[in-house]
């Protein structure tokens, strides 16, 4: 029988204990974690008999921030948005840049058709329709006993 210890809900990676709250404080701090984070949209992804759907929430941005492309088997769905804002107040002129961008890439079957993707950006959502090949679509037939 092999005797574990547990920590017992503390963190302990073999540092001094207040070594490791002064990185805690610093790293988790809410200004960094705010500015440094990757903030990727969330993603639904459906399959039908006839075509996958692929949904991206990305408010915000219009349809001619995004980019996608496809490469062998690998969809990429990439959008980047500039925002500049200037106010002027007294001698001084004040200039913010925001910059928001993301990437994402999905790894395709066999079985789609490369040809016939469609996407259309609407309310805030990025709808992507990936049809499948003919081949690849579930056939029924009805079969009688004899």
């Known amino acids: 029988m092999t005797l574990v210890k547990f920590a017992n809900g503390q963190k302990n990676n073999g540092l001094n204990p207040l070594f490791t709250d002064v990185f805690d404080s610093i790293l988790n701090d809410t200004f960094l974690s705010e500015r440094f984070t990757a903030k990727t949209p969330a993603v639904n992804i459906a399959e039908t008999e006839n075509e996958f759907h692929i949904e991206l929430a990305a408010p915000g941005l219009s349809k001619e921030d995004f980019k996608i492309s496809v490469e062998k088997n690998i969809l990429t769905v990439s959008a980047e948005k500039k925002a500049e804002t200037e106010g002027t107040d007294k001698k001084y002129s004040k200039k913010e840049f925001s910059y928001n961008a993301f990437t994402r890439t999905f790894t395709l079957p066999e079985s789609v058709d490369y040809t016939k993707i469609d ?28």
């Open 119 to 146: 996407a259309t950006y609407t309310d805030g959502i990025l709808k992507l329709n990936v049809a499948k090949k003919e081949e690849a679509k579930i056939q029924t037939r009805e079969i009688s006993v004899k």
